[in-house]
């Protein structure tokens, strides 16, 4: 049950999630106008495989230089056609990524506990299957049917059906995660519709419970 936010308690974390092209930027975007500051898992991925890191050396080696682009670059879209047809492949990449980009979301957040602001958001389509779950205090799922997901990544990506439907299913099925969701955005709708949710959940998260004995806020 939701009591009074207490000043006197650390700023909340709150995770937000989604399958893919559900709109988690978009979201992250609208708490922004509200003063909140954000951290998207995806942006630090890029970030953890940019010319010079080690875990660029190590996915050339191991995925040959097919994966790199013109500029030195990884190619991000060709290491996807590869990953997400292949469980074996995104689960090593996985192991050399997943580590690095938790250590530097660590990073992040205890940056942004010191904004004052009254909470603050990680965004990451992985926050249940990479365990980043824990880093958080309450998580919210960016919501869209599985068919609207397949057709923004199509029309995002530039890319077929069947690579689209392939990286759906490779990701955690919408109703288990909407069963794992504290708050859910339903993104079907337009622009004015996100914002009306957004500005309910701010006033939400800036009232929120104060912990648990378990450090958790319900």
Known sequence: ????YSQQQRPLTIGITG???SGKSAVAR?????GIPWVDADDVAREVVMPGEPALAEITDHFGPDVIDAEGQ?????????VFRNETERRWLESV???????????????????????HLLVSPLLFESGQRELVDRCLVVDVPENVQIA????????????????VQAQMPRQQRLAMADDVIDNQGDHA????????????????????????YE
């Open 152 to 167: 923004r990544t199509m029309a995002r990506d530039e890319s077929d059906e069947v690579l689209a439907k392939s990286i």
């Open 193 to 216: 519709a996100l914002i009306e949710q957004v500005a309910k959940l701010d006033a939400r998260y800036r009232d929120l419970v104060t912990p648990t004995s378990n450090g958790r």
């Open 1 to 4: 049950m939701d009591t009074p």
């Open 74 to 82: 990884l190619s991000r879209r060709t290491l996807r056609a590869i």
């Open 97 to 119: 990524t997943h580590p690095r980009i938790r250590q530097r979301l660590l990073e992040h957040l205890e940056s942004m506990r010191a904004s004052g602001a009254p909470y």
């Open 30 to 34: 609208a708490f922004e106008t509200h």
């Open 19 to 21: 399958g893919i092209a």
